[in-house]
């Protein structure tokens, strides 16, 4: 065990009281699972930043960190459609969870094939996260009908929208090894 596997079992840790929090029937806890859920995003950058830094690259880890990425994602905006029970939220949450899934079914399949590095994160996905993570905030830290939470889920369809983008992005990248039948029959 190490330091940035440490900060990304934290994450996933911090799940349950994240859920527990944000369903307290108390003032503050829109704020506090807002806040929770961004330190669980600074985590993400932070274990990242130290695994390379520190030279503490472990298998165990590169497997742990999108699962607890996904796992936080996934739970915030099932608790937000549940909250808001509006379709406005719901289509976009639901395209970026579908979207997760695919590429992280996409990237053990290509793993398998020995040619992950063609499905690597690319700088789309990046802005894509940074654009959900703020997404996310925003809507856990205003309650609907708020005007910062509108903002927020203009922020969270820019996200959908580049989830597709980047979604596009990796399947193109392998679709050589998708459909290799495809590739022979055209050479």
Known sequence: MNLPNILTMSRIVMIPVFVVIFYLPMQ????????????AGLTD???GYLARKLNQSTPFGA????????LMVAVALAVLI???SAVL???????????????SALREWMAEMGSRASVAV?????????????????????PPGNFWAYVAIGLLYIAAVLTL??????LK???????PEQEAGQR
């Not at 503050?28 to 330190?39: K, M, T």
């Not at 497997?63 to 996904?70: G, R």
């Not at 983008?165 to 990796?170: F, H, P, R, T």
């Not at 990248?173 to 459909?179: I, K």
């Open 122 to 142: 690319s700088y789309i996905g990046k802005i894509k996260t940074t654009a959900q993570m703020a997404a996310i905030v925003g809507l856990l830290a205003f």
């Open 89 to 103: 939220l719901t289509i976009p949450a639901t395209v970026i969870i579908g979207r997760e899934i695919v590429i």
């Open 173 to 179: 990248a392998a679709w050589a090894d998708l459909f």
């Open 63 to 70: 497997f742990l960190d999108p699962v607890a990425d996904k």
């Open 45 to 47: 950058w932070l274990d």
């Open 28 to 39: 503050w806890s829109y704020l506090v699972s807002a806040i929770l859920f961004a330190l």
């Open 165 to 170: 983008w980047s979604m596009v992005l990796y």
């Open 82 to 84: 549940e909250e808001y």
